[in-house]
């Protein structure tokens, strides 16, 4: 079996050029995480390398199979210069981990919640998964392995989770959309919700 972050890498490296930095967090029981910065203009992208290294566990699954299940990859854009975003390395790392360490299968959908600020001052402590296949394409493997997706984070400030666990993933992001909301700033306030 080929080891498949190599290729996740390679895959990240032709969609947003070469990274400027990257960091590895290790934690207790699981593989190591690396976090990799891009910069392109005034935009700069976190992306994780390692939680593909697994497939994702159906977490009430009696044995996890070692070769099939979804595999991912989360990617993080936000405007540079506006806040210390290079702190999110850490809470990016948790939330790649997650797989591993609770069991969970990341889809589009979803909310991650790390219970702090993602870096400091930040008004979110939350992400929305959304659909991959847009910045980065995902990266067919050999079978009978499944693709790496790369699933994109949009940043939610506790009101918007909250907003969105009633009325769903679809219809915050229609609400961001009609509002114009900027996704990619990292100080913006909450899209009004009433």
Same mark, same amino acid.
């Not at 910045?135 to 997706?149: G, I, T």
């Given at each position: ?94 939330? %790649? #981990?997650?797989?591993? /360490?609770? $069991? ?7 909310? @991650?919640?790390? !219970?702090?600020? +993602? ?41 918007? %989770? #909250?907003?969105?666990? /009633?009325? $769903? ?7 961001? @959309?009609?509002? !114009?909301?900027? +996704? ?11």
């Amino acid at each position: 079996m080929a080891d498949v972050l190599p290729l996740v890498e390679a895959r990240l490296r032709s969609a947003l050029g070469e990274p400027d930095a990257r960091a590895a967090v290790t934690f207790l029981g699981t593989d190591r995480i690396e976090v990799l910065r891009f910069q392109e203009g005034g935009i700069v992208r976190y992306a994780s390398l390692g939680m593909s290294a697994h497939p994702m566990t159906d977490p009430t699954a009696v044995v996890a199979d070692p070769v099939k299940g979804p595999r991912a990859e989360l990617v993080l854009s936000v405007r540079s210069g506006l806040a210390d975003t290079d702190k999110v390395l850490r809470p990016l790392a948790v939330l %790649a #981990a997650s797989p591993q /360490v609770e $069991g969970l299968v990341v889809a589009p959908g979803a909310s @991650l919640d790390v !219970g702090e600020p +993602l870096w400091p001052g930040a008004p979110f402590t939350s992400v929305l998964v959304a659909e991959p296949g847009g910045l980065v394409e995902d990266l067919e493997l050999d079978e009978p392995l499944d693709p790496v997706r790369f699933l994109p984070l949009l940043p939610m400030t506790p009101n918007e %989770a #909250a907003w969105k666990r /009633v009325h $769903g993933a679809q219809a915050l992001q229609e609400r961001w @959309l009609n509002q !114009g909301t900027d +996704l990619r700033d990292p100080s913006r306030k909450s899209v009004p919700l009433e």
